[in-house]
């Protein structure tokens, strides 16, 4: 079993900067974790996944060179920093962890989530 309680998120202005933060119970660093987002009307979306270690990545091409997922297994804690953010990021973002699978842009695939957090990018 794993609890996931993030924190971050709010307002920016558009080509501003944020960072999410995860934090995890249980046995952190035996699962993949990703993130994702979703917008009013619109379907849940994959943004990014890092595996248990922290030496691979995989990201959505939406975001890919602005978002940086990272965790510190230390701490439990996975993070999205999220550069020249754009009003088209607006949305609330979810985290989430998984152990069964190769890294996936799946949210089916992943068995625990985030309680969600709100992005709102002014433009």
């Known amino acids: 079993q794993v609890l996931l309680v993030q924190s971050g998120g709010g307002l920016v202005q558009a080509g501003g900067s944020l960072r999410l933060s995860c934090a995890a119970s249980?046995?952190?660093?035996?699962?993949?974790m990703a993130w994702f987002r979703q917008a009013p009307g619109k379907e849940r979306e994959f943004l990014a996944a890092i595996n248990w270690g922290g030496t691979r990545t995989l990201y959505a091409n939406s975001v890919e060179g602005r978002f940086t997922i990272s965790r510190d297994n230390t701490k439990n804690t996975v993070y999205l920093q999220m550069n020249m953010l754009k009003a088209e990021d607006t949305a609330v973002y979810y985290c989430a962890a998984e152990k069964d699978y190769a890294l996936t842009r799946y949210s089916a695939q992943y068995d625990y989530w985030g309680q969600g957090t709100q992005v709102t990018v002014s433009s």
């Open positions: 249980g046995t952190f660093s035996d699962y993949q």
